[in-house]
């Protein structure tokens, strides 16, 4: 923020969070957003929602060594009760897409824990980098999944496999955005599942434990879909449940997932929920 030009009021604080961390839930942005909303207000800032996500990006990227993209940094930031969050990370524009009620979101954490910046996280970015190089696009989101398999041969196996994930990826967003416009939430709940599996055999991000939380899930009636979330290779998985449906979930993951793997998740159950933001007490 000061290398933005901005001046900064220093303060006294006490952090508190209840946002697992190293569970793929965000901590790190939620932990970056609640620092420049409590600068932006004690120093009576002009700093809007974008800036503030790109500056908490920045941080991630320069100081932690993270080459995160801008997602977890713009739902901190943009976030709006009861939608979810269209992202283009190329004109950095923002859509809140509206999200169907009667389902509730069942998020599962494995206790397995992993660090991004130890994980393959970056080794997958430059994949994907190379991959695009190769296939002379400025980005993947550049090349329709037709034409990527038409031209996947020439790559390298490893490289196609990853890059595959995100050109279907990318579609399957698009794919998501029309089901839920449409109210079909089926649809959505089925990109859910066509992404996790993706991201298991394509991208390679999973975990035994994770893919052993998703198979739970979706054998009981009224979940709609289940993946991964995060970066993978540990963390949370979410399912997206019919609400009446929700304690069945939830008993069979605990009871299921503790025989299958010897852990048992912790489960948060959650809406869509508003980013940032002042609360003001006594």
Do not use: W
């Amino acid at each position: 923020m000061q290398g933005a030009g901005f001046e900064l009021t220093g303060f006294d604080a006490v952090m508190e969070g209840n946002v697992p961390i190293g569970s793929g839930l965000s901590s790190s942005a939620a932990t970056e957003l609640a620092t420049v909303t409590a600068f932006r207000a004690l120093g009576n800032l002009t700093l809007d929602a974008v800036q503030a996500a790109l500056l908490s990006q920045k941080a991630e990227n320069d100081f932690v060594g993270v080459k995160c993209g801008i997602m977890d940094q713009y739902i901190s930031s943009l976030g709006q009760a009861g939608h979810a969050l269209l992202i283009d990370c190329r004109s950095l524009g923002f859509e809140a897409v509206p999200l169907p009620a009667g389902v509730q979101f069942v998020i599962a954490d494995s206790t397995v824990r992993r660090g991004l910046v130890d994980s393959a996280y970056n080794e997958r970015r430059a994949q994907c980098e190379e991959g695009a190089r190769r296939l002379g696009v400025p980005a993947l989101r550049d090349v329709s999944l037709a034409e990527f398999e038409r031209r996947a041969p020439a790559l390298p196996d490893l490289v196609a496999q990853r890059c595959r994930h995100v050109v279907a990826e990318n579609e399957r967003v698009l794919h998501s955005v029309a089901a839920l416009r449409a109210g079909d939430v089926t649809a959505f709940g089925r990109d859910m599942d066509e992404s996790h599996t993706s991201l298991r055999d394509l991208y390679a991000v999973s975990h035994p434990v994770l893919d052993t939380m998703v198979e739970v899930a979706r054998a009981v009636p009224g979940c709609l879909g289940a993946r991964l979330t995060g970066a993978g290779f540990g963390g949370c998985t979410v399912s997206l449940v019919v609400n009446a449906c929700v304690p069945a979930v939830v008993d069979a993951l605990q009871r299921e997932v503790a025989r299958r793997t010897g852990l048992t998740p912790q489960i948060y159950l959650s809406g869509a929920e508003a980013g940032a933001g002042i609360i003001l007490g006594e």
